[in-house]
């Protein structure tokens, strides 16, 4: 199995797939999420996965608007706890710290902990064990990453300072997306529908999952359907009442892990 995903080995999206899938699963890193879809959409990856939203930041831009144009299937999702840790070269106190360097996202959700700090120049990277492997290339003990724990070990970093986001409740939640559609072989508590609706089209009756409406005036829509491996009434009520309706993907609840 081959997963297609942003940014470096032990990056947050790295770590979410070997919780996802197996450890041992093969990878194809990219700088940029177009370039993670593309590389699904080529078939020269089986999976993709892209996090569409933080708990603490919000969504990530312009990543559910990817998901819809991407043609591809939802398959699953994973909930990944983050635990954000400041490392450096070398164990110095904050206050001689003068660049910390992770992913923007990671930036904001630890942007709390460095008001302390004006002095500090944040700099934005690719991808948080991108930020880690860039402290390893300078010899500046001034410079430090905002990291996880794996990134951290396997770019041989020392910590400064842990779990600096403050925030026992900082979840990422990922999309896992195939170039078909996964059916649902077992009985699962919870399953999901994902679809993307027209600009205008009418919401369908009964409870909504989450909703979100892209720049396109087009929506991306969640609900909870009935029952594993069927496509339930509701899902087929949907497909056939509102015009230009189409169905992403059904897929069971995620669960949540740590990603520490």
């Known amino acids: 199995m081959i997963f297609s995903m942003l940014g470096e080995p032990y990056s947050f999206h790295h770590v979410a797939a070997m919780q996802y899938a197996s450890p041992d699963i093969h990878c194809h890193f990219h700088a940029g999420f177009d370039e993670?879809?593309?590389?699904?959409?080529?078939?020269?990856?089986?999976?993709?996965?892209?996090?569409?939203?933080?708990?603490?930041a919000g969504d990530v831009p312009g990543n559910y608007a990817r998901v819809l144009r991407s043609g591809a299937h939802i398959s699953g999702e994973i909930f990944l706890h983050l635990d954000m840790h400041l490392a450096g070269k070398h164990i110095v106190p904050v206050e001689q710290l003068h660049t910390v360097i992770s992913h923007p996202?990671?930036?904001?959700?630890?942007?709390?902990?460095?008001?302390?700090?004006?002095?500090?120049?944040?700099?934005?990277?690719?991808?948080?064990?991108?930020?880690?492997?860039?402290?390893?290339?300078?010899?500046?003990?001034?410079?430090?990453?905002?990291?996880?724990?794996?990134?951290?070990?396997?770019f041989n970093?020392?910590?400064?300072?842990?779990?600096?986001?403050k925030l026992p409740n900082n979840v990422t939640r990922f999309l896992i997306l195939s170039n078909e559609a996964t059916p649902l072989h077992a009985t699962h508590d919870t399953v999901k529908a994902s679809f993307s609706l027209m600009p205008g089209s009418a919401y369908p009756e009964g409870p909504l999952g989450?909703?979100?409406?892209?720049?396109?005036?087009?929506?991306?829509?969640?609900?909870?359907?009935?029952?594993?491996?069927?496509v339930s009434t509701r899902v087929q009520a949907i497909l056939g009442t509102i015009a230009g309706a189409q169905l992403l993907g059904m897929y069971p609840e995620g669960a949540f892990v740590s990603g520490s």
């Open 210 to 230: 989450m909703t979100r409406l892209l720049d396109t005036g087009e929506v991306y829509l969640e609900l909870p359907v009935d029952a594993a491996g069927t």
């Open 157 to 165: 970093l020392q910590l400064i300072a842990k779990n600096i986001d």
């Open 36 to 56: 993670v879809l593309q590389d699904l959409a080529a078939g020269t990856a089986d999976r993709a996965i892209i996090a569409v939203e933080n708990s603490i």
């Open 105 to 154: 996202m990671a930036l904001k959700e630890t942007a709390v902990y460095f008001r302390a700090y004006p002095h500090i120049r944040l700099m934005p990277a690719t991808s948080t064990s991108a930020a880690a492997r860039m402290v390893t290339e300078q010899n500046d003990p001034g410079v430090a990453a905002v990291a996880n724990l794996a990134a951290i070990r396997f």
